[in-house]
């Protein structure tokens, strides 16, 4: 599968933005789906993950009540709602797809990336 991610740019802090990941390929709906990020000078990290339904989420401490990932199967899509924003959420978003049925968090699950979008939240 093939995913491309979308929606990143420049906001302030305290403000939105919506991530968007296409993906292309084999179907969607087999695969869980995780958003990843990383910050300059830091290692890649996991921010949130869906299960293949959607009825499953999970979400790193530091994102828990400002972002909501969701997945909309019939259009081979899944998003990353980034609420409240702060500066220490600037980095580069990372979608991932990953063959299974679980909610993943570690990187070496998934088998598939995209190319990332900067996110920069200033002050």
């Known amino acids: 599968v093939h995913v491309v991610e979308s929606g990143g740019g420049l906001v302030q802090a305290g403000g939105s933005l919506r991530l968007s990941c296409a993906a292309s390929?084999?179907?969607?709906?087999?695969?869980?789906m995780g958003w990843f990020r990383q910050a300059p000078g830091k290692e890649r990290e996991f921010v949130a993950g869906?299960?293949?339904?959607?009825?499953?989420?999970y979400y790193t401490d530091s994102v828990k009540g400002r972002f909501t990932i969701s997945r909309d199967n019939a259009k081979n899509t899944v998003y990353l709602q980034m609420n409240s924003l702060k500066p220490e959420d600037t980095a580069v978003y990372y979608c991932?797809?990953?063959?299974?049925?679980?909610?993943?968090?570690?990187?070496?699950?998934?088998?598939?990336w995209g190319q990332g979008t900067q996110v920069t939240v200033s002050s």
């Open positions: 991932a797809a990953a063959d299974g049925t679980a909610v993943y968090t570690k990187q070496m699950r998934y088998n598939y």
């Open positions: 869906v299960s293949l339904s959607g009825g499953s989420t």
């Open positions: 390929g084999r179907t969607f709906s087999s695969y869980t």
